[in-house]
């Protein structure tokens, strides 16, 4: 039976689907901002598809956040209709000038903060009591209006299961979506675009060598394997399992159950041995979501694939290629994409490595655990960043983990991350970051587990000593 606020939900998303589609018959030019990272750019080509096939007349753009000179840079452009997707809903009152002169629909799932003045249309989980950081993502939250603009956009529903994985909604039991989520999964798989099965998680499971998909996987991240190709391939050699079939390489969907086995006990070992907790191997299985009307042998089939290439594109500047993707562009566009997710992989494997090695990066205090990344670490990759960590267990600690970074204008972007210990004893860690971020000069804003702020350089001392006495209390 589906829980009343489900359904309040869906009712929403579908009162909003009617305004949109109002815009659309009013001959209004729609603007669709996505943030950059793979939930956004998911929801954004969700919104894409579904208003194409509406024969709206759009454009999309992708925003790294949203600040005063963003929303002064939105405020100019020609479409008087905008839909911000996955992103807004902690920026309401920065909003409120934009909302007088355009209409804006705000699709997002992050905590809301402030109030709607203007020609706003906000739909987002937390207003009916539905935990957007775990249960469904900003992509989602695009399905459901895009299903509700037309049912034949059932489709899209593997575009929302991409944006949950890629905002690392699988953080559960089996790594499995659940939630509202489970209900987008079921459209899927009852349209016929979608498997789930449990299996290894890693990365390339149907696409690359054995040994290969290992090195390349990194979340969980595997100290000594992730990024390291040749240790990897060592390490199947040392347990006798084959990585050819003839002069052909095998894929790790083809391993049987006994060389899986196998490559766990192996993985454990090498986690004990440098020094950290084992069980971190166990994110290593769990469910896989494959995309079948996607080719065989793609990264796109496997929605943890996808949902990297998404992100990677982001990250390194370049979301045109990704939206190119969700808008269904394959061949030359495809093997692009990878070329960015290898650099990707590359530059979080050598971030990872100067963190753990390099004196001096790591800062500790009572509450929080600071990685000093201003003077290397690029501000488009704090978020990959601080998920590895948190993922991985790198830094063994159940404090809340800080990872800065300078932007181009000089101030200190952080993106932060807690244990689901902590938020079950009621840390609010976007509420936290960006009620301190606002007291220091800045803003900020997200989950409760994982959040983001930028803030003056000449404030960073205040802002982390001020952090750390309010979280004394939650983590006590």
Request: charge should be negative; charged fraction near 25%.
């Amino acid at each position: 039976m589906m829980l009343e606020s489900y359904r309040k939900f869906f009712d929403e998303a579908a009162a909003t689907a009617e305004k949109i589609r109002q815009r659309i018959s009013a001959g209004s030019t729609i603007l669709v901002a996505g943030h950059f990272d793979a939930d956004g750019l998911a929801a954004a080509g969700v919104l894409a598809k579904a208003l194409y096939r509406e024969g709206a007349r759009f454009h999309v753009s992708v925003l790294k956040q949203l600040d005063p000179e963003t929303v002064d840079h939105l405020s100019n452009l020609t479409p008087e209709t905008i839909i911000l997707a996955d992103i807004g809903s902690g920026y309401l009152e920065l909003l409120g000038g934009l909302a007088r002169s355009k209409e804006i629909f705000i699709l997002d799932h992050h905590q809301t903060e402030g109030e709607c003045v203007g020609r706003f249309t906000h739909l987002n989980p937390h207003l009916y009591n539905i935990d957007g950081g775990k249960e469904v993502s900003g992509a989602g939250v695009a399905y459901l209006v895009a299903k509700a603009m037309n049912r034949g956009n059932q489709d899209l529903a593997v575009l929302a299961v991409v944006g949950a994985v890629g905002d690392m909604q699988d953080k559960n039991e089996g790594r499995a979506l659940r939630g509202f989520n489970s209900h987008i999964v079921e459209d899927g798989v009852e349209g016929g675009y979608l498997r789930v099965d449990a299996d290894l998680l890693m990365y390339g499971r149907e696409t690359r060598p054995i040994h290969k998909a290992l090195s390349h996987t990194v979340n969980p991240f595997l100290p000594g394997l992730s990024g390291e190709e040749d240790n990897c391939l060592a390490m199947l050699s040392s347990l006798s399992i084959p990585v050819k079939d003839g002069d052909r390489w095998r894929a790790p969907v083809e391993l049987t159950t006994e060389e899986k086995k196998m490559i766990m006990s192996a993985i454990v070992e090498n986690i004990i041995s440098k020094g950290l907790e084992g069980a971190v191997a166990m994110n290593l299985v769990g469910s896989v979501y494959t995309l079948l009307k996607e080719e065989k042998w793609t990264p796109t089939r496997d929605a943890r694939e996808y949902a990297a290439l998404l992100n990677a594109c982001g990250r390194m500047g370049r979301p045109s290629v990704a939206l190119a993707i969700c808008m269904g562009e394959r061949g030359s566009t495809l093997a692009e994409a990878n070329q960015i997710l290898s650099e990707h992989r590359r530059a979080l494997a050598g971030y990872m490595s100067m963190i753990r090695e390099r004196p001096g990066i790591i800062e500790n205090l009572e509450s929080v655990c600071i990685i000093h990344g201003e003077d290397f670490l690029d501000e488009n990759m704090t978020g990959a960043v601080s998920s590895l960590i948190s993922s991985s267990e790198v830094l063994a600690t159940d404090k809340v983990v800080l990872v800065l970074a300078k932007t181009k204008s000089g101030d200190i972007k952080i993106s932060a991350r807690a244990t689901e210990r902590l938020v079950e004893k009621g840390l609010n860690l976007g509420l936290v970051l960006q009620q301190n971020a606002k007291k220091h000069g800045g803003f900020g804003g997200g989950h409760r587990a994982a959040a983001g702020a930028q803030i003056p350089r000449s404030k960073l001392r205040e802002y982390v000593e001020d952090l750390n006495k309010n979280l004394l209390g939650t983590l006590r």
